[in-house]
């Protein structure tokens, strides 16, 4: 079942095209990893996909559902009620975190299901309890952002992110701004969220990461997709140049 | 005239000042945030003329405002109204710190970074509830230092409202010093001015305290 089709998105910037008719599709239970260097699209494809960019062209779907169609060469947007509606299917996990700094971090958790979902309070509040615990976070559950590690920060928002019940789960280069060792923590719950089935994009810098967990790996490189194929595959034996010259860079270190 | 004379004549210029002060606070405060959202408007032309009007509002003498609000009517339209006199000074003051405060909320709001209302966006806020909930609580912590300024200003100038013979604690001084001879109404209305003030800032202070549980 395919939760996620984009096709042919090309994006804009003044004169500077970032995304040049990228295609990505992404199937329920996988793990897909969007790799590429710095400027390559990669987080603008993924801010499109999340809504927080309008497209130039191309079409958007979450299981069928589009958010962004072609019409006689023009993309257009679904109705402001729709596009609600398919933002209940996808969550984002930001590289800053962007936590609210004035909400506890159960409130944090719990306020978008209850403002938003319209969650019993007490039902919304064991549920955020229920994600805290499982991010290893239960007992910060009082405390406030400025008062938590990065890593602890991205594993709140993660729970955050989680506590929407999205079908699709996004991270946005979700260690780029920890250090080695919060890295790891982190990269350890998306990896267990792999296990679980939870479906994910991931763009990350992370090759060995990538690697191991996810099971497709799309390479981007100057607006377009260059290469895409199985994990093991594009990493490990890449059939285009500009791949094999990416990753060699990265063993050379 | 004795001590205790003094302060008795005094006396309603103190509930004059306080009226004045609270009224404009209160109003510009209020205002101030209409302003905020004209100055940002995506109609070209509102945002236009909202910047000429803050621009017009800090670049004149506050007092020379005060009588253009009082006398303006009369000389542009010919009207005199009855009983205008208060209404001009509130006119005057709320205009003129309607658009400093318009200016210190618009300040908050470009220092909340956009990751937050982002944030808000992909978990499925509105509009209005990310602005309340989410955006509004940051902007009030981040700009209370410089609000706190303001309505310190604000308590001090509420003497130039004797421009327009508005019986004050400071005409009240001016007045019965001359009369009497005497330097100490100045230092009464010095030592009322201080005290409020000192009033003002120890509540604000109170305020930062209450939200500096979080830092952003």
């Known amino acids: 079942m395919t939760l996620l089709e984009m096709k042919g998105i090309h994006k804009s910037f003044g004169d500077l095209e970032v995304l040049k008719g990228v295609d990505l599709t992404v199937e329920k239970g996988h793990v897909v990893s969007v790799i590429g260097p710095s400027g390559g699209g990669k987080s603008t494809l993924l801010r499109c996909a999340t809504l927080l960019e309008t497209v130039d062209a191309g079409s958007i779907a979450y299981s069928g559902e589009y958010a962004v169609t072609m019409e006689s060469g023009r993309a257009v947007y679904a109705s402001p009620a729709a596009l609600k509606s398919v933002r209940r299917r996808f969550g984002l996990v930001f590289q800053n975190f962007n936590l609210f700094p004035h909400w506890s971090v159960l409130r944090n958790v719990m306020d978008a299901p209850v403002s938003v979902l319209k969650l019993p309070k007490a039902e919304a509040r064991d549920r955020a309890m229920g994600f805290l615990e499982k991010m290893g976070l239960a ?41 080695p060792e919060l890295t790891v923590e982190v990269l350890r719950v998306i990896r267990s969220l792999a296990e679980e089935h939870m479906t994910m994009v991931v763009v990350t810098h992370e090759m060995s990461f990538a690697a191991k967990v996810s099971d497709h790996v799309a390479f981007m490189d100057g607006g377009v997709v260059v290469e895409s194929g199985p994990a093991a595959q594009v990493i490990s034996a890449p059939t285009q140049e500009r791949t094999r010259k990416f990753l060699e860079g990265f063993n050379q270190l | 005239m004795s001590l205790t004379t003094m302060l008795a004549t005094m006396l309603p210029g103190v509930g004059r000042t ?96 956009v990751g937050q209302n982002e944030a808000a966006q992909v978990l499925g806020y509105s509009k209005g509830q990310a602005f309340i909930k989410i955006i509004l609580p940051q902007v009030v912590k981040r700009i209370l230092p410089a609000v706190t300024n303001e309505v310190i200003t604000l308590v001090k100038d509420t003497s130039l409202a004797f421009a327009l013979a508005y019986q004050d604690v400071f005409s009240l001084a001016k007045q019965i010093s001359a009369s009497q001879t005497s330097f100490m109404p100045f230092l009464i209305a010095g030592i009322f001015y201080y005290i409020m003030n000192y009033a003002v800032a120890f509540a604000m202070d109170r305020c930062e305290k209450a939200l500096s549980y979080y830092t952003i």
């Open chain 1, 139 to 179: 007992d910060k559950a009082g405390a406030y952002p400025c008062q938590l590690s990065g890593g602890q920060q991205q594993r709140v928002s993660i729970a955050r992110a989680l506590a929407m019940d999205p079908e699709i789960l996004f991270f946005d280069e979700p260690t780029s701004a920890l250090d």
């Open chain 2, 18 to 113: 306080c009226l004045l002060f609270f009224l404009t606070a209160v109003l510009s405060l209020i205002l101030g945030i209409f302003v905020m959202f004209l100055r940002q408007s995506r109609i070209k032309p509102v945002a236009a003329v909202t910047k000429i009007y803050i621009s017009v509002m800090r670049g004149t003498p506050l007092m020379l405002q005060l009588l253009v609000w009082y006398f303006g009517p009369f000389y542009l339209f010919g009207w005199s109204i009855r009983g205008y006199r208060f209404t001009a000074i509130l006119l005057g003051f709320v205009f003129n710190y309607a658009a400093y405060f318009a200016e210190i909320y618009r300040s908050g709001m470009g220092s909340v970074p």
